[in-house]
T-cell receptor, first 112, second 111 residues
Framework: QQQVKQSPQSLIVQKGGISIINCAYENTAFDYFPWYQQFPGKGPALLIAIRPDVSEKKEGRFTISFNKSAKQFSLHIMDSQPGDSATYFCAAQSSGTYKYIFGTGTRLKVLA | DTAVSQTPKYLVTQMGNDKSIKCEQNLGHDTMYWYKQDSKKFLKIMFSYNNKELIINETVPNRFSPKSPDKAHLNLHINSLELGDSAVYFC??????????FGPGTRLTVL
């Protein structure tokens, strides 16, 4: 019940296309869902995060869609660019806990 | 002005040795973490300290011992290094567990 399942494991998208990464969880106590972006040789960096009181959050080309009833959330990268090529991690957390449960990561490659 | 810094960035050592990794954060956060990232990129939490108190201690061999001398520092000492300890170790910090900032990582290679 503590797992966060992330898919796909890897993704190849053409420049200008939409990249979509999905995550699913079981624990209904989770109430904070961040996404992290990690470039090779670097630490993960917070990209965007959402709480379940909203169904969508957008920051620039990055959008989180959240479906509370389905216990799923996804990251959409619009107009994907080669510079977006990185590994993306979703995560989930329950309020009052200090622990993130990370997904297994998605390696995104955007072709020029 | 790095928010979360780690030293060293690379560590190459022989099996059986003891080594330490140091982490410092200048964000004023109250919580610090150690994560291990293996070759498949899985991020696994190892330990967390809140205000110098150990609050997360995952199933980690007792050869790994964290120490937090103050809220801004968290060190990781590893005894009797094994081949399977080879990984990238990340330090992170947060305010009350939310919005974790990660350091640049320490790549440990055990020969």
């Amino acid at each position: 019940q503590q797992q966060v399942k992330q898919s796909p494991q890897s993704l190849i998208v053409q420049k200008g296309g939409i990249s979509i990464i999905n995550c699913a969880y079981e624990n209904t106590a989770f109430d904070y869902f961040p996404w992290y972006q990690q470039f090779p040789g670097k630490g993960p960096a917070l990209l965007i995060a959402i709480r379940p009181d909203v169904s969508e959050k957008k920051e620039g080309r990055f959008t989180i869609s959240f479906n509370k009833s389905a216990k799923q959330f996804s990251l959409h990268i619009m107009d994907s660019q080669p510079g977006d090529s990185a590994t993306y991690f979703c995560a989930a957390q329950s309020s009052g806990t200090y622990k993130y449960i990370f997904g297994t990561g998605t390696r995104l490659k955007v072709l020029a | 002005d790095t928010a979360v810094s780690q030293t060293p960035k690379y560590l190459v050592t022989q099996m059986g040795n003891d080594k330490s990794i140091k982490c410092e954060q200048n964000l004023g956060h109250d919580t610090m973490y150690w994560y291990k990232q293996d070759s498949k990129k899985f991020l696994k939490i190892m330990f967390s300290y809140n205000n110098k108190e150990l609050i997360i201690n995952e199933t980690v061999p007792n050869r790994f011992s964290p120490k937090s001398p103050d809220k801004a520092h968290l060190n990781l000492h590893i005894n009797s290094l094994e081949l399977g300890d080879s990984a990238v170790y990340f330090c992170a910090s947060s305010w009350r567990g939310v919005w974790q900032f990660f350091g640049p990582g320490t790549r440990l290679t055990v020969l």
